[in-house]
């Protein structure tokens, strides 16, 4: 089974940073694919980052500039820089696995992790 837990959430002020992380664990061969999504109170999950296995990245554009995708092939982890933060960036942030191998005869699946709490205010 393959596991993702993220963390480096919390309270931080307006213009600060975070860094967020989401850690997969179990009997992971490769992953295709990472992205980041968010939540606020009252709206739809919204596709902030992804990473592919290539290397492009792709941004929305309330975060283009500010934040950056990265991903640790190594460790299995991927992490989202985010400068320049704002209150609007207030939500639920939750790592998304796409095209997880963990056999070589079976097919890939995609993974969730639990989110993780970013509240942006002075």
């Known amino acids: 089974q393959v596991q993702l837990v993220e963390s480096g959430g919390g309270l931080v002020q307006p213009g600060g940073s975070l860094r967020l992380s989401c850690a997969a664990s179990?009997?992971?061969?490769?992953?295709?694919?990472m992205a980041w999504y968010r939540q606020a109170p009252g709206t739809q999950r919204e596709l902030v980052a992804e990473l592919s296995s290539a290397g492009t990245t792709t941004y929305s554009d309330s975060v283009k500039g500010r934040f950056t995708i990265s991903r640790d092939n190594n460790e299995n982890t991927m992490y989202l820089q985010m400068n320049s933060l704002k209150p609007e960036d207030t939500a639920v942030y939750s790592c998304?696995?796409?095209?997880?191998?963990?056999?070589?005869?079976?097919?890939?699946?995609?993974?969730w992790g639990q989110g993780t709490q970013v509240t942006v205010s002075s």
């Open positions: 179990g009997r992971i061969i490769s992953i295709s694919e």
């Open positions: 998304n696995a796409r095209g997880v191998r963990t056999s070589l005869f079976k097919p890939t699946g995609d993974y």
